[in-house]
């Protein structure tokens, strides 16, 4: 063996890590926004060839095996619907989506933590009407103190989202790289160009 195949084979399989495929339910919508509903190739050409899913677009590159040679899924469709949760786990993560990941009091960007509005020395409990995406500096600021103590306002009043509303706010946060042929089923919904 010349070095040249070995590196050819050991590199390959690497660069392929970098394919993932865009996982659609039956209904030709992704299955979340954020995060984007996405499978590793390997589960891709999996779930096809146990047809599980229907692939729609393909990447150029090609998997072989010694019968049976496959171009990567880029797409992929389920065949059978996967209903989606009504209930929306209350999470730090899910917090921040409702919250578009900024500061409810100042409006910030960036490290964000979590503020009970009622602190909880007060009573107040952890739950989607009590808790809001603050900044350490907000947070600080207002401590176990009661808002109105403060001087310190929110720029929305804390609800619990509705599973509908939160897949929509994962909409407006595309992940940083997305593959061409992901565009019509991600924006599907979009006002088409004239």
């Not at 880029?74 to 996967?82: A, I, N, P, Q, R």
């Not at 995406?133 to 176990?144: D, E, M, Q, T």
Request: aromatic content about 12%; charged content about 25%.
């Amino acid at each position: 063996m010349d070095g040249d195949f070995r590196t050819d084979f050991t590199r390959k399989p690497a660069a392929l890590r970098h394919r993932p495929a865009l996982v659609l339910n039956a209904d030709y919508r992704p299955l979340s926004y954020y995060p984007l509903s996405l499978w590793p190739w390997q589960e891709a050409v999996k779930a096809a060839w146990l047809d599980r899913v229907d692939i729609v677009a393909e990447y150029e590159d090609i998997v072989r095996s010694p019968s049976t040679e496959i171009r990567i899924p880029s797409v992929v469709v389920l065949k059978d619907y996967v209903k989606p949760q009504k209930r929306v786990a209350f999470t730090r993560f899910n917090l921040f989506l409702r919250d578009e990941f900024r500061c409810q009091y100042c409006g910030a960007k960036g490290e964000l933590t979590f503020d009970h509005v009622v602190p909880r020395a007060s009573g107040g409990v952890t739950s989607w009407q009590n808790v809001v995406a603050a900044c350490s500096p907000c947070n600080l600021k207002k401590g176990s103190k009661p808002l109105h103590r403060t001087g310190m306002s929110l720029r929305k009043p804390p609800r619990q989202p509705g599973a509908e509303e939160l897949r929509n706010m994962g909409r407006k946060f595309p992940p940083n790289h997305l593959h061409d042929s992901w565009m019509d089923f991600l924006y599907w919904d979009a006002e088409l160009e004239a």
